[in-house]
C-alpha cells in the first residue's frame, strides 16, 4: 500500500459541484483522483488542489474503468467513488430530439452504470462507499424534465439494485438528489434576479443551492460516519422534492 489515507475517485470532477467536493476530501487529507473530460479544466483543477486527474467521457465505459483501476493500482485500494457528471435538459417530449434524449440518458445514467461496473470490482476486495447523483426532478413532476426526470430516475434504481447486490462485500450504494444548484448548466435559471428568486421560490428554504451543499451531504456519505445507510437517496434539495409551502384551501 503506498499511501494510508482514504482514497476517492470523483467522476466530473472539475464541475461545480463535482470540485467542491474534491476541495472538501482534499482539505481532509484524503487522496483524490478526479476523472474529467476537458485537460484543460483538469490541469487548472490540479494546479489548485492536491489530487490526480484522469482523461474519461461519460460515453465510454473503458475510460471510466481505467480511471478507477489507476486509482486503485497507484493507491493499493480505494474506499470510495462518486459519479458528478451530469447535464439537464429543459424540453418537453414532443420537442426532444432522439440525439438529445440519448444524450441525456448516456451522460447521466449511463456514466454512473459505468462507474458501478468499475468500482464494484475494486471495492469487492475491501468494501467502501459509492454515491451517485440523481436530481429532485426524479421525484416530483416538473414540467419539461421528461428526459433528465427518466435518466436520473434511472439512478435511483440503480442505487437501489447494486446496494442489494454488493451489501454481502462491504458496499454502501447511496445517492444525493439536489434541488437546484448554482451551477455551471443551471446558470440560465438563476443568473438574473428576477429567474434566481422565482427558482428560489420553489424551495420551502427560500434559496437556491450551493455546490458546497450538496458536496458536503456526499463527503458525509464517504465517510466513516455513514454506519447503516445503504440503498437511499437523499434529498439534498431545500424542500424542492418534498415539501410544499403554498396550498389553496
Ligand atoms: N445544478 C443543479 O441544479 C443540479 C440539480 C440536480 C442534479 N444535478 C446533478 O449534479 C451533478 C453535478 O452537476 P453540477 O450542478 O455540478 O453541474 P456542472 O458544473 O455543469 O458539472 C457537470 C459535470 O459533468 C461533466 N460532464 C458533462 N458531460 C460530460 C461528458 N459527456 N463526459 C464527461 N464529463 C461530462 C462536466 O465536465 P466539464 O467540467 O468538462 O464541463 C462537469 O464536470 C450532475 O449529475 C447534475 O445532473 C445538478
Not at 29 to 56: P, T, Y
Not at 224 to 239: E, F, R
Request: hydrophobic share 45%; glycine share 10%.
Amino acid at each position: 500500500m503506498a499511501d494510508r489515507r482514504d482514497t476517492f475517485v470523483v467522476l466530473g470532477g472539475t464541475g461545480s459541484i463535482g470540485s467542491a467536493l474534491v476541495r472538501q476530501l482534499s482539505d481532509a487529507g484524503d487522496n483524490v483522483v478526479v476523472g474529467a473530460r476537458d485537460s484543460r479544466k483538469a490541469a487548472l483543477m490540479a494546479d489548485e488542489v492536491d489530487c490526480d486527474v484522469h482523461s474519461i467521457e461519460a460515453n465510454s465505459p473503458s475510460s471510466i474503468r481505467s480511471c478507477v483501476k489507476a486509482a486503485a493500482e497507484k493507491y493499493g485500494s480505494i474506499t470510495g467513488v462518486v459519479n458528478c457528471i451530469g447535464s439537464v435538459l429543459l424540453k418537453p417530449a414532443h420537442l426532444t430530439t432522439d440525439a438529445e434524449w440519448h444524450n441525456t440518458i448516456t451522460t447521466n445514467l449511463t456514466s454512473s452504470f459505468s462507474l458501478i461496473q468499475a468500482a464494484a470490482k475494486s471495492l469487492r476486495q475491501t468494501g467502501g462507499s459509492i454515491v451517485l447523483v440523481s436530481s429532485a426532478a426524479a421525484r416530483i413532476g416538473l414540467p419539461n424534465h421528461e428526459a433528465i426526470a427518466a435518466a436520473k430516475a434511472g439512478i435511483i434504481g440503480l442505487t437501489l439494485s447494486a446496494a442489494a447486490t454488493y451489501s454481502k462485500h462491504g458496499i454502501q450504494v447511496n445517492a444525493v438528489a439536489p434541488g437546484l444548484v448554482k451551477s455551471e448548466m443551471t446558470r440560465k435559471l438563476w443568473e438574473t434576479e428576477e429567474a434566481a428568486a422565482m427558482s428560489a421560490s420553489m424551495h420551502a428554504l427560500g434559496r437556491l443551492g450551493e455546490p458546497d451543499d450538496v458536496a458536503r451531504v456526499i463527503s458525509w456519505l464517504l465517510s466513516p460516519a455513514n454506519t447503516w445507510m445503504t440503498g437511499q437517496t437523499i434529498g439534498v434539495d431545500g424542500g424542492l422534492g418534498s415539501v410544499l409551502t403554498r396550498m389553496k384551501m
